[in-house]
């Protein structure tokens, strides 16, 4: 099923609903993401990212937001731990013949690394439009880089020719249940740093699903009254018309301003996850981005990628909109790796996005005589 992201307009901050079959007492293969989560191997090349207060937004908000710092990774995204809990598993014929991923750029990174940790091969397909600063990335941590398309789903077609070509094992993004519980393993340490405190919310940014699949596998199974909330741009929101049509669907176009999580269609198994489990959507726009991105840098200093801001502005709206006070959240801050040039964007939007100036376009006719 085709779409346009522009079919599904809402207001900023408002949930979009999920559009639910008949549930079960528990989601399928709920308890064996939970176990695989609590036995991840991710720790080998990922750090546990610190849960930090966000004291500014909190008093700007009137809530009490915390954020969990997946940019603060070795490469400075939370894929590295999907990619690796998935290769950490291969047979050692597998990892001799070496692997292939397609990828927006932060998980090309991943699958380096965790490629050098492992001692194998690896090429990383990108599009021609993924920032230097990530395939540079990858190709210094000693994957050969394929730069092929101009989209998430061109540059996967050819590494999925190129895996049956070469032998190669392909490492998806998010569409595998090794790498949903990978990235889950980010649930498990915010609940565990937390203390069981009281928690409203935790703000996940949605590209292909995994992380939010991840998370949500495992915090609704063990404090299922934490609602686990969407972000995704108004112009990137595959998962948002998948959960409203009840079934996976695919955009016409995709907006790629925020390139880390600009795909067409979501996974199959991260959709099941996500329409058992997640509480809802919030779409923001790029402005708003932007303005998380401002916020972070006047928070701590450190300068977010679009998509890892996307929870930040997520989490800013829906307190807004719902006039929350005194609650509890916590938004993935999910990478950082975006280009030094693409700054004055940002500040420029940013700006637009405080209202404090405008950006203006004007064209002119000119007459022939």
Not at 96 to 105: D, F, L, R
Request: with cysteine; aromatic share 6%.
């Amino acid at each position: 099923m085709r779409v346009a992201p522009e079919s599904l307009r809402c207001v900023s901050g408002s949930l979009v609903a999920v559009t639910r079959k008949r549930r079960v007492a528990a989601s399928h293969g709920a308890l064996d993401y939970l176990t695989s989560v609590l036995s991840s191997k991710v720790y080998d090349v990922a750090i546990e990212s610190p849960l930090q207060h966000a004291v500014k937004l909190s008093e700007r908000l009137g809530v009490d937001l915390w954020m969990k710092r997946e940019d603060l990774q070795p490469v400075f995204s939370f894929k590295l731990r999907g990619a690796y809990n998935m290769m950490a598993k291969l047979s050692g014929e597998q990892l001799e013949s070496g692997v292939i991923c397609s990828s927006a750029g932060n998980h090309a990174q991943g699958v380096a690394l965790s490629a050098k940790r492992l001692g194998c091969d690896a090429v990383v397909v990108m599009p021609v439009t993924t920032p230097e600063i990530k395939w540079r990335s990858a190709e210094r941590l000693g994957a050969t880089v394929v730069l092929e398309g101009d989209s998430y789903e061109e540059a996967q077609s050819y590494a999925k020719l190129r895996c049956v070509q070469e032998g190669r094992t392909f490492v998806p993004p998010f569409d595998h249940p090794d790498v949903i519980a990978g990235q889950g393993t980010i649930g498990m340490e915010i609940v565990r740093q937390l203390k069981g405190r009281p928690l409203h919310a935790v703000f996940v940014p949605v590209g292909g699903g995994g992380l939010i699949a991840g998370i949500a596998a495992y915090v609704k199974r063990v404090r299922p009254e934490v609602k686990i909330i969407g972000v995704e741009p108004s112009d990137a929101n595959a998962m948002a018309l998948s959960l409203c049509h009840g079934q996976r669907v695919m955009l016409e176009h995709v907006g790629g301003f925020a390139d880390g999580v600009a795909v067409k269609a979501v996974g199959e198994e991260t959709f099941r996850l996500c329409r058992d489990h997640l509480d809802g959507i919030v779409l923001v726009g790029r402005d708003a981005i932007c303005v998380s991105i401002k916020d972070m840098f006047e928070e701590k200093r450190s300068i977010l990628e679009p998509a890892g801001a996307l929870a930040l502005a997520g989490a800013g709206a829906y307190c807004k909109y719902y006039g929350l006070r005194g609650e509890t959240v916590v938004a993935i801050t999910s990478g950082a790796n975006m280009n030094f040039d693409q700054l004055r964007l940002v500040t420029e939007l940013a700006n637009a996005g405080h209202k404090r100036e405008s950006v203006l376009a004007a064209t002119s006719a000119k007459r022939a005589f």
